[in-house]
T-cell receptor, first 115, second 116 residues
Framework: GAGVSQSPSNKVTEKGKDVELRCDPI?????LYWYRQSLGQGLEFLIY????????KSGLPSDRFSAERTGGSVSTLTIQRTQQEDSAVYLC?????????????FGSGTRLTVV | AQTVTQSQPEMSVQEAETVTLSCTYD???????LFWYKQPPSRQMILVIR??????QNATENRFSVNFQKAAKSFSLKISDSQLGDAAMYFC?????????????FGKGTKLSVIP
């Protein structure tokens, strides 16, 4: 597609429920990233995919968080047993490669609210 | 670990005037990249300008320019002739330059308001 698409745009869920957030990167972009933006904070790195592999999962805050990418394209971030502190905007970005000249393109994010 | 600090949570500027947003960072690396991103209410992060640390010349992109002071580890953004559409959150970000480096470290942002 022309840009990075994320769905849903907004999600309200009850504490303890599982949620899935989707990211559809730009076609041909091999690198994909997830970031979390909590209220009043900058973006916090969660995970990086190169193709379907995730060589860096260091930013995932707990084992309740997982992510996968299939077909070198769509990625899903899953949060199990959601907690109120999981409320944030989850942003996805993709790039053609990881060099400096390959800039990130961000999606518009999913705003997750856990009530 | 690298850190990025934006000391101005909020700034305002009159339309057509100039405003400077501050950013400092901490790193032990000698080569790296610095970025300014704009986040309007749509939430999409948009790259405004970027700088390679080994380049002494300050980057410019139309009305946007930076003042990069490597020794002071400072990277400020100047917006000239401010327009209503410049109102947004602005984030400073850092990235290592090593092969395979990809992770961006962000500051907490500065909310810029433009007064008509």
């Amino acid at each position: 597609g022309a840009g990075v698409s994320q769905s849903p745009s907004n999600k309200v869920t009850e504490k303890g429920k599982d949620v899935e957030l989707r990211c559809d990167p730009i076609s041909g972009h091999t690198a994909l990233y997830w970031y979390r933006q909590s209220l009043g904070q900058g973006l916090e790195f969660l995970i990086y995919f190169q193709g379907n592999s995730a060589p860096d999962k260091s930013g995932l805050p707990s084992d309740r968080f997982s992510a996968e990418r299939t077909g070198g394209s769509v990625s899903t971030l899953t949060i199990q047993r959601t907690q109120q502190e999981d409320s944030a905007v989850y942003l996805c970005a993709s790039s053609l490669a990881t060099g400096f000249n390959y800039g990130y393109t961000f999606g518009s994010g999913t705003r997750l609210t856990v009530v | 670990a690298q850190t990025v600090t934006q000391s101005q949570p909020e700034m305002s500027v009159q339309e057509a005037e100039t405003v400077t947003l501050s950013c400092t960072y901490d790193t032990s690396e000698s080569d790296y990249y610095l970025f300014w991103y704009k986040q309007p209410p749509s939430r999409q992060m948009i790259l405004v300008i970027r700088q390679e640390a080994y380049k002494q010349q300050n980057a410019t992109e139309n009305r946007f320019s930076v003042n990069f002071q490597k020794a002071a580890k400072s990277f400020s953004l100047k917006i000239s002739d401010s327009q209503l559409g410049d109102a947004a959150m602005y984030f400073c970000a850092y990235r290592n330059s090593g092969a395979g480096s990809y992770q961006l470290t962000f500051g907490k942002g500065t909310k810029l308001s433009v007064i008509p």
